[in-house]
Structure formats: C-alpha cells, structure tokens
C-alpha cells in the first residue's frame, strides 16, 4: 500500500544553499580509556587536579559548580586529600597529596593547607557581618564554589541569552558522561552561524558556547603536554569526580559487600540443603 | 489450612504472656509450624524477597526523609547533599533508587508466577485481589517518590502523569488541579507528594499483612496445583521454607548489589540529574522501566473510538490493562489450576510473557520509529534550459483563492508550459510560476527514512542548483510499521489473553493427567531418580 | 561413609550440621551489624555540618561593659568587653570557693595556648545546665543569671550556685589582630 502524493515544491534554488542547518543524530562521542571505566579503577588524581586547575581558570568564569565546596576538594576521596606521611630520608613528618602506597594518616580538611589556599584565593561576595552589605572576602573551605553570576537571569544576560549550566553532576546528566564532555570540548570545527558554533557531539550540531579550550591557557606545573586535547580529558576527569564524588569508596565497599553476600550465599545453601536431607520434594 | 494450633509455652513467663497477648503464638503457627507445601520450587520465594524489599525501601526511605527537604528550591540540592555530605549517604540513596527497580523485578516474577501456576483460582481470589492491590499501590508510591529528587524526569513525569487525570470526562481537570494543588506542578505538589510517598509504604505493609493472612487461611499453592491432603503433603514453614527462602534471597542481594556498587545509574535516566524547570521539556519523557509496558499501552491508542479521544482511550487502555487483572479469577474458566497439565494454555502464557516484554520495548522507543526498515522514495523533475514565467494571481476573496489558482495554472498549461505551481503570498494573492520551453530532466533519490528523503532531495536540489530554479518532487511514502503499530498488535494480544484467550481455553481446552496428590508424583519422581 | 559405622556417621553428620548454621548465622550476624552501623552512623554530623565555618567578630565594635552575641557553628557565644570593675571581681575570686575551680586567666586563654585580653570574655552562651541562655548583671556576683532554673555565675562566666555544674564553656578563638578575633 503505496501512499503517493506529489508536491510541488517551488523554492529558488539561491534560497536552498548554505541550509546545511540539517539537524540529523549528533556523532557519538570517542570513548577514551579512563582509569574510572573499569568496575575496579579509581581516579588518577593527578588527572583530577589538572582537571581542577582548567575548570578554575577558564570553565569557571561562566560555569557555577553548586553542590561543591572547596572543603570537598580535601576530603577522604578529594583530589586535594592530604596524608601525613614520615620522610624515608630525613625521618620528619611530610604531607602528601593523594592517599600514599601505604601508611599516612588522614589530615582534616580543615587543616589542608592547599584546599584552605584554593579557597582563599577565591573572592567571595557576602553579606558583611557587621554592616549587613554585601562585601567582599577572601574564600573558606565551607564555602560553596563561587557562582559566577548572581542568578540566571544575570547568567543569561551575561551570555548572549544562553545559560552556562551548573556543572556539578554534568557527567550524570548527560549521554556519554566524561567521554561525552571530552568530546564536545574538543570538537569544535570552526564553523560558526552568528553566534552558534558548530560541534558534531552536541544534540543538534550548534551550541552557543564558543570553543572555551586555547592551547598553553592554562600551565600544567607536572609537565603534561598543554593541548586542547589534553585540557578536555582533564577537565572532563574532574567533572566525573565531581559528580560522583564516592566512587572509589563505593567500589571498593561494593568488592567487600559482593564477596561476603558470596560466602553468605555458599553457607546459606549448604544449610537449606542439610534442612531438606531426607526429605522428598 | 491453619488448624489447631500447636504451640506450647515451655517457661512461665511465655505461659503467663500466651494467657494475655498470644503473639508468640501468633508466630509460631503462621512463621514455624505453618505447613508448607513440599514440592515448592524456586519461583515460590520471591514473597520473601518481596517482604525483605518492602522493608529495605521503608527503612532507607525514613532515613533519606530525615534529610531531605520538600521544597522545589532546595529539593535537589538536599538529595545532592545527602549523596555527598551525610554518612553513607551515598550507600543509603542508591540502594532506595535501586531498590525501587528490584521490588518491581521482584513483583513481576511474583505475579507471573501466580499467573502460571493459578494461585489467583479458588479458594485465593481475595489472596490474589489483595496482591494486585499492592501492586498498584507500589505503582503509585514509585511514582509520588519519582517526583521528589525535582529533576527533569521528576516533573515532567508528574506534569504528564497527573494530565493523565484530565482526560476523564467532566470532573477531570478539576481533579487534575485538586492533585497538582495548583494549575501546574509546583510547591503544593511536590510537598503533597513528599506527604504520599511517606504515607503508602505503610498501607502498603497494611495489605501485606492482610495477604500474608489470605494466604495462611487458604494455604499456598503449589506447582501442581494440586490441593494439600494431608501431612505427608507439607514440611514445616520453618526451617524448611524460611532456608530455602534465604538462600534465594542472597542470590537476590548479590543481584541488588551489582546495580546499587557498580551502575547505581543505569536504571535510572541522565535527564533526572538536570534539576526540573519548568520552562523545558526534555526531548523525551519516559516512564521508569517498569512502567514502561503501561507507558506502551497508554500510547497505544492514537485514535478515536466514537465519542472517546485517543487520549482518553489510551487511558482507558491503561487502566484496563491493570483492573483485568482483579477479575481474572473469574475470567479463567479453566477447573485445572497448574498450567503444568494445561500444554495449550502454557503456549498462550509464555506469548504473554514475550507481550509484556515487547511492551516495555516499546514504552521506551520513540513512538515514530520503523520496526521494518522501509525505503522512501522520491522523484525530482525540472526543467533545463527554458524560460521562468511569472504572472501575479488574484482571486475575488478568500475563499475563492482555490478556484482561482486553478485557473491561473490551467491557463498557463494550456500555453505548454511545464512545472507549473502557485505561491500564496496573502489571503488572496499569490504568483503562479511556470517554466516555458528547456529540457524536462529527472532524477530519483531514495532514503531509510523520511528525514532522511527530506535531506536527499535537498542534496540532489543542491547539485543541480545552477541548472533549475524550480523542481516538481514526488514522493513515494512507504506504508510504514511503527512502534506504534507494534504496541497495537501487543495490547490487543494482552487483552486477548485475559478476555478471550483463557475464558474460552478453560470451557474447551483437554488438561493433561494431574495427579491425585502432592506426594505422589513427587514420591515416584524421587523413586526413579 | 559407608566405611563409618551407623553411630559415627551420624555423630559426623551433627557435627557437619552444627557447622553449617552455626557459620550461616555468624556471617549472617556481621552483616545485620555492618548494615545496621551505616544506618546508625548517618545521623551523625554530616560533612558540610562538620566543616561549618568560622565566625569573625570585629571587638572594635563592643564598648566596655557590653556584650555582643554571635551565632558560631549554631550555637550562641557571648562576647563580652569586661569594664575595670568585672575584671577585678573575677581575678579577685580566682581563690574563692569554687564549684569548678578555675582561674580567671585561664579562661581567656585563645585557641592556640596564647594569653587573652583580660578586657574580653568569649564564652559559650548555653547555661551548662540544661542549656538556656543566661541573662547578665543578675544574681549575687554580678555575672550572669539562668533564667530557667537559677543557675548564676560570676563576671568569669563561672559557675557560684545553682543546679549547673561547670563553667560558661570557653569558645575557641583567636585574635587575628589587635580587634578581630575568630571563634573555631
């Protein structure tokens, strides 16, 4: 059962040129081999801090992160974590970033010295305790990280009428996750339409955001290579982190719970089958 | 079933309590010495699973409640909290989202069970009617608790759910706004809900109790079907039935686990972590999965029957398909209970079985899809070379325009010219074009679907673009079979199944040989191993 | 255990039993205990609870003879700018008879083990009796007064008569410089 309608299309030919606006299925993003894929990996911290360090120098200018404080940068689990650890050579007490091979003590993030540095080198705007004006602070630890714009509708003012997303759980909200961000990051092709930019991993192939990666924007102190590339997948790794904070732990519980649920299962079986001994069923 | 009770207070103190509260009693007949059907297999100890369930959503559910906070400004942000600030909140929210998913895996396998064995047949119709009471409350308090994270699928789950409502006919909208609190989802709703989802879980342990009695009062069922005759027939509750019941129930946990440890996401959609606004509606809206079957019906009817609308039918349907199930011991006519020793009923059965599956597929895909690739094709005239005629067209008013442009291109026809078509510029006016003289040329294009035959004629336009300034396209469109077309075919199976299918099957079905009791076959079986 | 005789094989196999559940039922003990701890232990302070901030308090601002009260981690915390008068009556009864003896001096001390300015007081506000917030310049010493149930402590915030048995808390603070301090 053939439906046959014919329709006459009458359009100059000049008109349908540069309509490449076609909106068709968005590419689908690479999947680049994160230590995090795996049922067992954790994050490369390292990863998370560059990660860090990208999204405060440039995401952060238009991008709030609302249910992060930089308190959470230092807690158990937190790119910033800081044990204390005894120096092989010297025998004195050291802090170290990240969870050593062995030994370490837990230092509070209270008493982290680059979490409280990160948070003080922030500006935040707050009410002052004795005036009752807003004024300006240097930032603490407890403090939510810094909302670039008062509201959205300062946000969007700000941004051409498009908002800047919250992105403390982004790589939960969207298809993809980390591979997905990456992938959008480093994307861009260069075509642009007034102020849309073109990216084949965006749903419908133009965003408003401009190409926010610049090659060598942001110094790397470890020596990584300084690519756009690079910067994306950082970024990307901390984002995830961000949005799933207790990972690691979960996973290395959920090795524990599974294990001991096993042994429950063997011993429990073993039981219902000296109950029924015997019997006929 | 139940019997003289055989319990004896061996201390004083039970002696002295058996006199004034006999809960110990109580117990020991319904949980130890309740006589429990030897032949019992695997798929009779999901109702432990689902009690261990029940309570696993309850305690987790109070504690999430302790931090939660039922307000559309800080909804999301108190649920973000939990996960990240409270202790093992990040173990505690999983295991409720989770768990929600396996009470419903639970459920189904539950149902089908009864369905199989026909545990709904007399003397369990009020056992079964009770059972089917739980699954809908369960279905509602999956829903209210949906809502409360206040993410994208959150309110616009609840925006469509409580448009549900309107279509009833006269008091519909007024029972929509009574829900919603409001003209929309907002505050009033989310806070009401928060009350509900708190509510139910407590009538819903209310049902179990009178089910669990139900159920002691007629005795369970068994794989054949068969009544219980005597001792021989049954072994104690416990620890017979209640280690049997563990033992499937840690398989069950390991299961669990798997989701809450290493994809606490995946039965969840991306959508839900965008906090709800009330400005956007996300590309597509779909149920949590075991919805999704009724999600299928509900879309299902995209026609009118009479007076009746495709969105009140779809709604109908929906509702249908659960309140069959309460009739159902009266709509099997079947005197055999097991399906065991019912081979056609079972083939029906295990269709239905693949029906409601299918249905889920469906309930998540979007509507429009093709099930059976199909090819569109198109064919583009134009004309190379010639002259573009343009003349302007003018009827006397608006509704004359028709004739009008009829007119005009006839006309133009009539003086040999090809391609001949009118614009309309204005409710009266317009231009007809036409191409005098030149080549007549064609081309055909052809694509998987119908967006994609749009952008293939664009292309091949785009390719010829010097050449033609106007093209005549012809579109073949393929007699297509969507999802939607599948969900019909499915929901017409289900009620089949219900209405029809077993009805007539019991009145003229030959059962196998059933046996005469539990033990027999079993104590043969058991001979012959 | 064909070779076993009846008896043995059945003694084996009470043994083998008791085995089984009495493992079942351990293994099964730990895990009610381990779940039950992450129910128990989420009613604890969370993180962000746990992290509160510090409060500042700009002394400048109190004159002498008053006192503020600044909210620190939710809890009231009195600061109070001692006059001439107040301080000489709390060093004076460094020596009385004391139901928690401690010396005037010792409860100005910061944070950190630093002396304090006998001119400010920073103390909790909750009475620690049952936690009511004491009114001042009531009561026999001058101090403050519990309205509740008659607690009254003197111009060191400590404890003289009534059902309260300690000292006003110390709030731990810090002078950040000469007119500021933070408390926590």
């Given at each position: 059962?053939?439906?046959?309608?014919?329709?006459?299309?009458?359009?100059?030919?000049?008109?349908?040129?540069?309509?490449?606006?076609?909106?068709?299925?968005?590419?689908?993003?690479?999947?680049?081999?994160?230590?995090?894929?795996?049922?067992?990996?954790?994050?490369?911290?390292?990863?998370?801090?560059?990660?860090?360090?990208?999204?405060?120098?440039?995401?952060?200018?238009?991008?709030?992160?609302?249910?992060?404080?930089?308190?959470?940068?230092?807690?158990?689990?937190?790119?910033?974590?800081?044990?204390?650890?005894?120096?092989?050579?010297?025998?004195?007490?050291?802090?170290?970033?990240?969870?050593?091979?062995?030994?370490?003590?837990?230092?509070?993030?209270?008493?982290?010295?680059?979490?409280?540095?990160?948070?003080?080198?922030?500006?935040?705007?707050?009410?002052?305790?004795?005036?009752?004006?807003?004024?300006?602070?240097?930032?603490?630890?407890?403090?939510?990280?810094?909302?670039?714009?008062?509201?959205?509708?300062?946000?969007?003012?700000?941004?051409?009428?498009?908002?800047?997303?919250?992105?403390?759980?982004?790589?939960?909200?969207?298809?993809?996750?980390?591979?997905?961000?990456?992938?959008?990051?480093?994307?861009?092709?260069?075509?642009?339409?007034?102020?849309?930019?073109?990216?084949?991993?965006?749903?419908?192939?133009?965003?408003?955001?401009?190409?926010?990666?610049?090659?060598?924007?942001?110094?790397?102190?470890?020596?990584?290579?300084?690519?756009?590339?690079?910067?994306?997948?950082?970024?990307?790794?901390?984002?995830?982190?961000?949005?799933?904070?207790?990972?690691?732990?979960?996973?290395?519980?959920?090795?524990?719970?599974?294990?001991?649920?096993?042994?429950?299962?063997?011993?429990?079986?073993?039981?219902?089958?000296?109950?029924?001994?015997?019997?006929?069923? | 079933?139940?019997?003289?009770?055989?319990?004896?207070?061996?201390?004083?103190?039970?002696?002295?309590?058996?006199?004034?509260?006999?809960?110990?009693?109580?117990?020991?007949?319904?949980?130890?010495?309740?006589?429990?059907?030897?032949?019992?297999?695997?798929?009779?100890?999901?109702?432990?699973?689902?009690?261990?369930?029940?309570?696993?959503?309850?305690?987790?559910?109070?504690?999430?409640?302790?931090?939660?906070?039922?307000?559309?400004?800080?909804?999301f942000a108190s649920v973000q909290r939990f996960k990240r600030d409270v202790s093992f909140g990040w173990l505690i929210q999983p295991i409720h989202a989770v768990g929600a998913s396996m009470f419903f895996l639970a459920v189904y396998i539950h149902m089908?069970?009864?369905?199989?064995?026909?545990?709904?047949?007399?003397?369990?119709?009020?056992?079964?009617?009770?059972?089917?009471?739980?699954?809908?409350?369960?279905?509602?308090?999956?829903?209210?608790?949906?809502?409360?994270?206040?993410?994208?699928?959150?309110?616009?789950?609840?925006?469509?759910?409580?448009?549900?409502?309107?279509?009833?006919?006269?008091?519909?909208?007024?029972?929509?706004?009574?829900?919603?609190?409001?003209?929309?989802?907002?505050?009033?709703?989310?806070?009401?809900?928060?009350?509900?989802?708190?509510?139910?879980?407590?009538?819903?342990?209310?049902?179990?109790?009178?089910?669990?009695?139900?159920?002691?009062?007629?005795?369970?069922?068994?794989?054949?079907?068969?009544?219980?005759?005597?001792?021989?027939?049954?072994?104690?509750?416990?620890?017979?039935?209640?280690?049997?019941?563990?033992?499937?129930?840690?398989?069950?946990?390991?299961?669990?686990?798997?989701?809450?440890?290493?994809?606490?996401?995946?039965?969840?959609?991306?959508?839900?972590?965008?906090?709800?606004?009330?400005?956007?509606?996300?590309?597509?809206?779909?149920?949590?999965?075991?919805?999704?079957?009724?999600?299928?019906?509900?879309?299902?009817?995209?026609?009118?029957?009479?007076?009746?609308?495709?969105?009140?039918?779809?709604?109908?349907?929906?509702?249908?398909?659960?309140?069959?199930?309460?009739?159902?011991?009266?709509?099997?006519?079947?005197?055999?209970?097991?399906?065991?020793?019912?081979?056609?009923?079972?083939?029906?059965?295990?269709?239905?079985?693949?029906?409601?599956?299918?249905?889920?597929?469906?309930?998540?895909?979007?509507?429009?899809?093709?099930?059976?690739?199909?090819?569109?094709?198109?064919?583009?005239?134009?004309?190379?070379?010639?002259?573009?005629?343009?003349?302007?067209?003018?009827?006397?008013?608006?509704?004359?325009?028709?004739?009008?442009?009829?007119?005009?291109?006839?006309?133009?026809?009539?003086?040999?010219?090809?391609?001949?078509?009118?614009?309309?510029?204005?409710?009266?006016?317009?231009?007809?074009?036409?191409?005098?003289?030149?080549?007549?040329?064609?081309?055909?294009?052809?694509?998987?679907?119908?967006?994609?035959?749009?952008?293939?004629?664009?292309?091949?336009?785009?390719?010829?673009?010097?050449?033609?300034?106007?093209?005549?396209?012809?579109?073949?469109?393929?007699?297509?079979?969507?999802?939607?077309?599948?969900?019909?075919?499915?929901?017409?199976?289900?009620?089949?199944?219900?209405?029809?299918?077993?009805?007539?099957?019991?009145?003229?079905?030959?059962?196998?040989?059933?046996?005469?009791?539990?033990?027999?076959?079993?104590?043969?079986?058991?001979?012959?191993? | 255990?064909?070779?076993?005789?009846?008896?043995?094989?059945?003694?084996?196999?009470?043994?083998?039993?008791?085995?089984?559940?009495?493992?079942?039922?351990?293994?099964?003990?730990?895990?009610?205990?381990?779940?039950?701890?992450?129910?128990?232990?989420?009613?604890?302070?969370?993180?962000?609870?746990?992290?509160?901030?510090?409060?500042?308090?700009?002394?400048?601002?109190?004159?002498?003879?008053?006192?503020?009260?600044?909210?620190?981690?939710?809890?009231?915390?009195?600061?109070?700018?001692?006059?001439?008068?107040?301080?000489?009556?709390?060093?004076?009864?460094?020596?009385?008879?004391?139901?928690?003896?401690?010396?005037?001096?010792?409860?100005?001390?910061?944070?950190?083990?630093?002396?304090?300015?006998?001119?400010?007081?920073?103390?909790?506000?909750?009475?620690?009796?049952?936690?009511?917030?004491?009114?001042?310049?009531?009561?026999a010493y001058n101090g403050w007064f519990c309205p509740c149930h008659g607690s009254v402590y003197d111009t060191s915030g400590r404890i003289r008569s009534g059902p309260a048995p300690e000292n006003l808390y110390v709030a731990p603070y810090v002078y950040?410089?000469?007119?500021?301090?933070?408390?926590?």
């Open positions: 059962m053939l439906r046959k309608f014919a329709i006459a299309a009458a359009a100059l030919s000049a008109a349908v040129v540069g309509v490449a606006f076609a909106a068709g299925e968005a590419e689908h993003p690479h999947d680049y081999p994160y230590s995090f894929d795996s049922p067992v990996g954790g994050y490369d911290m390292g990863q998370v801090q560059r990660g860090f360090q990208v999204y405060q120098q440039v995401c952060a200018s238009c991008h709030g992160m609302d249910h992060l404080a930089y308190r959470h940068l230092g807690e158990r689990g937190g790119p910033f974590a800081v044990y204390r650890v005894t120096n092989h050579e010297t025998g004195e007490p050291e802090l170290h970033v990240g969870q050593p091979a062995h030994g370490g003590t837990f230092v509070e993030v209270t008493d982290n010295p680059y979490v409280r540095a990160i948070a003080e080198a922030v500006i935040i705007t707050d009410a002052d305790p004795n005036s009752g004006q807003p004024a300006d602070r240097p930032g603490r630890i407890s403090d939510r990280f810094r909302s670039p714009f008062p509201n959205e509708i300062a946000a969007r003012a700000s941004n051409g009428g498009a908002y800047p997303v919250d992105l403390s759980v982004i790589t939960l909200a969207r298809h993809g996750g980390a591979d997905y961000i990456r992938s959008l990051l480093a994307g861009y092709d260069g075509q642009t339409e007034g102020v849309l930019h073109h990216n084949p991993y965006f749903p419908g192939g133009w965003i408003a955001m401009p190409p926010p990666l610049v090659e060598g924007a942001v110094p790397y102190a470890d020596g990584t290579a300084t690519t756009v590339e690079q910067y994306a997948t950082d970024v990307a790794a901390f984002l995830q982190w961000a949005g799933d904070p207790h990972m690691e732990q979960r996973k290395k519980t959920g090795l524990v719970v599974l294990a001991f649920l096993i042994v429950l299962a063997g011993l429990l079986y073993l039981a219902y089958k000296q109950v029924w001994r015997g019997e006929s069923h | 079933m139940s019997g003289p009770s055989t319990y004896e207070p061996k201390t004083g103190f039970t002696r002295w309590l058996d006199k004034r509260l006999p809960i110990i009693r109580l117990g020991y007949d319904s949980f130890v010495a309740y006589p429990t059907p030897r032949n019992l297999n695997y798929w009779w100890t999901f109702g432990a699973m689902l009690s261990l369930c029940l309570a696993v959503q309850i305690i987790t559910g109070i504690v999430l409640a302790m931090h939660y906070i039922p307000h559309v400004d800080e909804a089908f069970r009864g369905l199989y064995y026909g545990s709904y047949k007399a003397p369990r119709e009020v056992l079964w009617i009770l059972g089917c009471i739980i699954y809908l409350l369960m279905v509602v308090t999956g829903f209210l608790g949906y809502t409360l994270p206040w993410g994208q699928m959150s309110f616009w789950g609840a925006t469509v759910i409580t448009n549900i409502l309107g279509a009833v006919p006269l008091v519909g909208e007024s029972i929509q706004v009574w829900i919603r609190g409001g003209g929309a989802i907002d505050q009033p709703t989310l806070n009401r809900f928060f009350s509900l989802h708190y509510l139910l879980p407590f009538v819903i342990a209310g049902v179990v109790v009178l089910h669990i009695w139900a159920l002691h009062e007629s005795g369970q069922n068994n794989p054949t079907g068969v009544d219980v005759k005597s001792k021989a027939d049954t072994v104690p509750f416990s620890p017979h039935a209640t280690m049997k019941d563990l033992f499937a129930t840690s398989l069950f946990l390991i299961l669990f686990g798997v989701f809450v440890f290493y994809m606490p996401d995946a039965l969840g959609h991306a959508d839900n972590y965008i906090p709800a606004n009330a400005l956007q509606t996300p590309p597509e809206i779909v149920p949590e999965w075991y919805l999704l079957p009724f999600y299928a019906i509900l879309r299902a009817v995209d026609f009118n029957v009479g007076p009746i609308d495709s969105k009140l039918g779809g709604v109908i349907a929906m509702f249908a398909s659960i309140a069959v199930l309460f009739v159902l011991p009266w709509l099997d006519t079947s005197r055999v209970r097991s399906m065991r020793y019912r081979p056609i009923a079972r083939q029906f059965f295990l269709i239905f079985v693949v029906v409601c599956i299918a249905l889920g597929w469906c309930g998540g895909q979007n509507p429009g899809r093709l099930i059976v690739p199909a090819t569109y094709n198109a064919t583009l005239n134009w004309v190379q070379g010639g002259e573009v005629v343009e003349q302007p067209v003018q009827s006397a008013g608006e509704a004359g325009w028709d004739e009008a442009a009829a007119e005009a291109e006839e006309a133009m026809r009539a003086q040999g010219m090809t391609l001949v078509a009118t614009t309309r510029t204005g409710a009266s006016v317009g231009t007809v074009r036409g191409v005098r003289g030149g080549a007549p040329q064609s081309a055909s294009v052809s694509a998987p679907s119908s967006d994609g035959l749009e952008e293939a004629i664009t292309e091949a336009k785009e390719e010829h673009a010097a050449a033609a300034p106007y093209y005549m396209v012809e579109r073949n469109i393929p007699g297509t079979f969507t999802v939607t077309n599948l969900s019909q075919v499915l929901t017409a199976y289900y009620f089949l199944f219900f209405l029809i299918i077993l009805p007539l099957l019991g009145l003229r079905e030959t059962p196998g040989r059933v046996p005469e009791t539990i033990a027999k076959p079993v104590t043969t079986q058991t001979e012959g191993a | 255990m064909a070779d076993a005789g009846a008896v043995g094989a059945h003694e084996e196999d009470a043994t083998r039993r008791d085995f089984i559940y009495i493992a079942a039922g351990a293994v099964g003990a730990v895990g009610v205990a381990g779940t039950a701890w992450v129910f128990v232990d989420q009613m604890n302070p969370a993180a962000d609870t746990r992290a509160l901030a510090t409060t500042e308090v700009d002394l400048s601002a109190v004159e002498a003879g008053q006192q503020i009260q600044v909210l620190w981690q939710g809890k009231p915390v009195f600061v109070r700018h001692r006059t001439a008068d107040e301080i000489a009556s709390a060093q004076r009864d460094d020596y009385a008879n004391l139901k928690d003896p401690q010396h005037d001096a010792d409860r100005l001390l910061q944070a950190d083990g630093a002396a304090g300015k006998p001119e400010y007081l920073i103390i909790e506000a909750g009475c620690t009796h049952l936690g009511c917030i004491p009114t001042f310049a009531e009561g950040l410089n000469d007119t500021t301090i933070r408390i926590g």
